[in-house]
């Protein structure tokens, strides 16, 4: 069965780091890009960033460019994001969602669980 | 950014009536290629979201076909032929034409009468 499985979710304070972690199993990821979209307490979707298959290519949402950086393992089947300067905004549900092969457009094919990142002092 | 914006944002139906949910973006979703990119995806209370639609009108594998989507330019439908219970929860329309920038909607809570 094609399963992401998210980890790294935990309190943090404001200004602060974290490193996600999205584990794909029945499947290699590295044919796929894989991307990072989070969700807010009780609000919608966000996009945050994505990372081509070789992880040649990375982009990134306005409200995380500069702080987050996407990162990938195809040996180990993991993709990463590294979150810096935390702020309160960030606090959400960080979802790890796969691309279908060469096919940007019609992304998000398959969803992890989802880690929670809670900022706060 | 496109703005997607979806209607009705609560929507409560009886069991085996149906239901549609509207989306708009805020700008054209025909792509350079003709092709629109727009999904739908179902998020039920304390699960990931799941995509249903892709394309328009393409269901993903094992979604029911009492699923439908429909629409072009700018203006999107989802449709639930009969409603059943498993059906509830939140639903978003997402653009993907205009990547890397995807853009979701604000969702439409569908919640049994």
């Known amino acids: 069965e094609v399963q992401l499985l998210e980890s790294g979710g935990a309190l943090v304070q404001p200004g602060g780091s974290l490193r996600l972690s999205c584990a794909a199993s029945?499947?290699?990821?590295?044919?796929?890009?894989m991307s990072w979209v989070r969700q807010a307490p009780g609000k919608g979707l966000e996009w945050v960033s994505v990372?081509?298959?070789?992880?040649?290519?990375?982009y990134y949402g306005d409200s995380v460019k500069g702080r987050f950086t996407i990162s990938r393992d195809n040996s180990r089947d993991t993709v990463y994001l590294q979150m810096n300067s935390l702020r309160a905004e960030d606090t959400a549900i960080y979802y790890c969602?796969?691309?279908?092969?060469?096919?940007?457009?019609?992304?998000?094919?398959?969803w992890g669980q989802g880690t929670m990142v809670t900022v706060s002092s | 950014d496109v703005v997607m914006t979806q209607s009705p944002l609560s929507l409560a139906v009886t069991l085996g009536q149906p239901a549609s949910i509207s989306c708009r973006s805020s700008?054209?979703?025909?792509?350079?290629?003709?092709?629109?990119?727009l999904s739908w995806f179902q998020q039920r209370p304390g699960h990931s979201p799941r995509r249903l639609i892709y394309?328009?009108?393409n269901r993903d594998s094992g979604v029911p076909d009492r699923f439908s989507g429909s629409g072009s330019g700018t203006e999107f439908t989802l449709k639930i032929s009969r409603v059943e219970a498993e059906d509830v929860g939140v639903y978003y329309c997402?653009?993907?034409?205009?990547?890397?920038?995807?853009?979701f909607g604000q969702g439409t809570k569908v919640e049994i009468k």
């Open positions: 990372i081509s298959y070789s992880g040649d290519d990375t």
């Open positions: 700008r054209s979703l025909v792509h350079n290629n003709g092709n629109t990119y």
């Open positions: 029945g499947f290699s990821i590295s044919s796929y890009a």
């Open positions: 997402m653009q993907g034409t205009h990547w890397p920038s995807w853009t």
């Open positions: 969602a796969k691309v279908p092969y060469g096919d940007y457009a019609n992304a998000f094919d398959i």
């Open positions: 394309q328009v009108s």
